[in-house]
């Protein structure tokens, strides 16, 4: 029982694999491996540690750590960064982006230049579902939060 259902750092349930047996990403017309695959549950959470880690730092440098200080900041990093640069320091430091879906999918195979980064209004979108919280640990069978479904963004291996 235990093994069917994977664990926390597999993703969704059946690990890299979704329960028609193709692979995670697959449907979103995303490569398996490599560049441009889906990025694992356990590097995304590892790159939100990074950047609240960061953001608490900041916080606690200019406004004395106060804890709703500590969200604008991370919420203002996720809106200029992944809007302009596709990435925040947690993505940059674990080799992960944030794509457009549109984008991910239309790219063909093979050595390309790098998706443009999703955008402002993309960042604006998955900042504030992220800062809330629950839409960011609802999960599709991809593993892809809600604040990625609902901006239209992928978190992809670079």
């Known amino acids: 029982m235990r093994a069917s259902m994977g664990g926390w750092l597999d993703g969704p349930l059946g690990g890299a694999t979704g329960a028609d047996g193709t692979s995670r990403g697959a449907r979103l017309g995303l490569p398996a491996t490599g560049s441009g695959a889906l ?15 960061a953001c608490l730092a900041i916080s606690a440098a200019f406004f004395h750590g106060d804890a709703m200080a500590t969200l604008g900041v991370f919420a203002i990093e996720n809106v200029v960064l992944v809007g302009t640069l596709g990435m925040t ?3 940059r430091l674990l080799r992960l982006r944030v794509v457009r879906l549109v984008r991910a999918v239309a790219e063909p195979a ?10 402002l209004l993309a960042g604006v979108v998955r900042a ?6 629950v839409p960011a640990v609802v999960w599709d069978a991809d593993g892809r939060g809600m604040h990625d479904r609902l901006a239209g963004t992928v978190i992809v291996l670079r």
């Open 39 to 53: 990025a694992p549950l356990g590097r995304r959470m590892f790159a939100l540690v990074i950047d609240w880690a």
């Open 128 to 133: 504030v579902l992220l800062c809330l919280v």
């Open 110 to 119: 093979g050595p390309a230049a790098p998706p443009a980064p999703p955008g």
């Open 89 to 91: 320091v947690g993505h």
